[in-house]
């Protein structure tokens, strides 16, 4: 079993940044690749960022390109997500997941694993 507790949301201002993290324990290292999941109300969860816990290259959704940045420290079993240049159509809940399996990262039901979620709120 593995747990994910995300921190770091809160409100801001469109044009800010923000830095989520999540932090992995339990059985981390049967984790293959974790990702950061949005849900914002009223629509369906959709993929942020993906990344490799071995390595390569991260995956991230054609509307945060260039503007969100998704890293792992192996050392803490962190994951982040630091978010700058925020738009209001960021505001959702922000889940991070875990996978032991191979899929394509934009499959949601490949994720074994989700943490509690942590609010963003961007206000114009």
């Known amino acids: 079993q593995v747990q994910l507790v995300e921190s770091g949301g809160g409100s801001v201002q469109a044009g800010g940044s923000l830095r989520l993290s999540c932090a992995a324990s339990g059985d981390t290292i049967s984790m293959k690749r974790m990702a950061w999941v949005r849900q914002a109300p009223g629509k369906e969860r959709e993929g942020v960022a993906h990344?490799?816990?071995?390595?390569?290259?991260?995956h991230y959704a054609d509307s945060v390109k260039g503007r969100f940045t998704i890293s792992r420290d192996f050392s803490k079993n962190t994951v982040y997500l630091e978010m700058n240049s925020l738009k209001p159509e960021a505001t959702a809940m922000y889940y991070c997941a875990a996978a032991i399996i191979y899929t394509a990262w934009t499959r949601l039901d490949g994720y074994e694993y989700w943490g509690q979620g942590t609010q963003v709120t961007v206000s114009s």
């Open positions: 990344i490799f816990t071995g390595g390569g290259v991260p």
